[in-house]
Every structure is written in structure tokens, then in C-alpha cells.
């Protein structure tokens, strides 16, 4: 998939930290009060120490995770492309100007819709000046929208405190229309291998039968490597029997009204991508010229994303 690339830098800095006590804190900080009640209801010592000496890990805890978060300097770099009910990955890298260890970092949304599935967990050693850090969200739906509000946060040591602070990257989600129809779409005409087909002869390797001219936009995979290495000319190989197809995906401003419109026409970008076929789209605001492989089907999906319903 092709990345959107924006970068923008946000230092984390002690006034934009926020902590509170966790589930697992409030439970130790509930024990720690029955202990120091129970202590003074008996006048027992030995719980008193016990019981302040708790609080005490108690506060060291909650300056700690603070300080775990405090100092690293994140940077967007990145986002994939892809369908609506995908998973997206965004790429942000961290980094750290004083050398220092930083344990247990995530990453996760805030957002309701774009649901997080695989949350970011990394750690920033003291000899380390950065590091990458993945996050996966579910794609909420069509459409180019900006990345929603991300929580960078941290539990570490103990998990009594939550420590996070709140991302909000510069950059754009682009998710394509999920290809989805019933309806088949025939195409133009078509250029046969073997004597039906515009080659050269049949290759002296004996792995393909014909040779013809490359045209921009078919598979790396189907050049002739080695004549072009022998001859410096650009070939594409037919193999005996195959059928190259030409298709032509048209929506009108009339039609443009539902999204199923254009999940149909998304299904039919990925038939002419599986079948390794040649193909064009026109659209009310926008018209593609002809080309195959998956850039090509990747500009046509591109630019349904893009498309405005009604």
C-alpha cells in the first residue's frame, strides 16, 4: 500500500501529562486506608509501618510513571491506505534528546469509531535516540478523514497509575470503498495469446509463447527481463492461451448517490486487478486514463474514496 506521509512533533511536557490512579491503584489505596484503620482501632504498630510504608511505594509509584512518560518526543510518519472494515496501520516514531529508559509506552484511540486493534507497546532504552511504534485501527468508513485523537500512555512500574497525554496528529486516513456487487462487468474486447496475438515469436527460453510491446501501467512481472537485458527493448510476455482484457468503469453524477454505487465499482477495480486486465474509469468530477496493475488500482480507489454522495 502507498503511505500518506505528514510529520508533526509533540514533545511530552510535564503541564500536558495527566495521571490518575487506576483500577488496579484505587483496590491499593482502599487496602492501604483498612490497614491504617484497623491499626488505630488496635492500636497496632506494626500495621501502622506496614500500612505507611505501602502509601509510601504508593507515592513513589505515581512520581514514577509520571517520569516514565516525561522527556520522549513522538513523530508521525505515516499511515497505510485501505478498505473500509480493514485494519490501518499508523507508523510514529519516538525519540529522546536526554538518554534515559522508558518502559511499557502505548498507543491507542480515542475515538469511538475508529476502534484500536492492536495497540502500540514499546520500550525506549537509555542508548537508544528513537524508535518506531505501530498502531492498528479498525477503518471506520469511505472517505478521507483526518486521524483522530490518539492517548499516549504509560502504567509502569507497578500499574497503580495510568500516566497519558493526548495526540493529535497532522495527516489524513484514506479508506477506499469495500469492494462489494453483484453485478458483472464485461469487458471491451480482448487481445488472445498464441496467433491471435500482436508478439514477436515465441520466446527461445520456452516459458511463455509470445512478446509485445509494454504499455505503462502492466505488471513489473510480466516484462521480459532477459531480452530486455539482451536488446534493451521493453517486451511484456503472453503466455499461450491467455486472454488480456480491457475494461471501462463508468459513474454518472445520477448515479452517485448510494455507496453501494461504489462499492460495485470498487469490486470491479479488483476483478481487472485479478485478472491482470487493462482498465479506465470515469467519474463525474474526475476521469482516469487507461493502465492496470495495482498503482493503477490504487489511484482508482484513491479517488472513489474520494467521491462526495449525493
Not at 471506520?140 to 507497578?158: C, K
Not at 470515469?282 to 476521469?287: I, N, T
Request: glycine share 8%; net charge positive.
Amino acid at each position: 500500500m502507498k503511505f500518506i506521509t505528514k510529520m508533526r512533533r509533540q514533545r511530552l511536557k510535564q503541564s500536558r501529562i495527566f495521571i490518575l490512579p487506576s483500577a488496579r491503584g484505587m483496590v491499593f489505596l482502599a487496602a492501604i486506608v483498612v490497614l491504617i484503620l484497623a491499626a488505630a482501632t488496635y492500636s497496632n504498630n506494626l500495621i501502622f509501618i506496614l500500612g505507611f510504608f505501602l502509601f509510601g511505594v504508593f507515592f513513589i509509584s505515581m512520581v514514577q510513571t509520571q517520569f516514565n512518560l516525561q522527556g520522549v518526543v513522538t513523530k508521525f510518519v505515516s499511515a497505510e491506505e485501505g478498505f473500509a472494515g480493514d485494519g490501518l496501520t499508523l507508523l510514529f516514531q519516538m525519540s529522546q534528546k536526554s538518554p534515559r529508559v522508558h518502559r511499557a509506552l502505548r498507543l491507542r484511540s480515542l475515538s469511538r469509531k475508529w476502534k484500536t486493534l492492536a495497540v502500540g507497546r514499546e520500550d525506549l532504552e537509555a542508548d537508544e535516540s528513537q524508535r518506531p511504534m505501530r498502531i492498528t485501527m479498525l477503518a471506520w468508513r469511505r472517505g478521507v478523514h483526518p486521524i483522530p485523537e490518539l492517548a499516549f500512555e504509560s502504567y509502569y512500574p507497578l500499574g497503580l497509575f495510568r500516566a497519558w497525554t493526548v495526540l493529535r496528529p497532522e495527516g489524513t486516513l484514506t479508506v477506499y470503498p469495500r469492494p462489494k456487487g453483484i453485478r458483472i462487468l464485461e469487458p471491451l474486447n480482448c487481445e488472445y495469446g498464441g496467433e491471435q496475438a500482436v508478439g514477436f515469436g515465441a520466446s527461445p527460453d520456452g516459458d511463455f509463447g509470445e512478446l509485445k510491446p509494454y504499455k505503462v501501467g502492466e505488471s513489473y512481472h510480466q516484462i521480459a527481463w532477459k531480452h530486455y537485458a539482451r536488446s534493451g527493448q521493453l517486451l511484456s510476455k503472453v503466455h499461450w492461451g491467455d486472454v488480456h482484457k480491457r475494461y471501462h468503469m463508468e459513474l454518472t453524477t445520477n448515479s452517485v448517490k448510494k455507496e453501494s454505487e461504489l462499492s460495485q465499482v470498487s469490486a470491479w477495480v479488483q476483478q481487472a486487478l485479478n485478472e491482470n486486465a487493462t482498465f479506465s474509469m470515469d467519474l463525474p468530477e474526475e476521469a482516469i486514463g487507461s493502465g492496470g496493475g495495482t498503482e493503477h488500482a490504487q489511484l482508482c480507489w484513491r479517488t472513489l474514496a474520494q467521491v462526495k454522495i449525493g
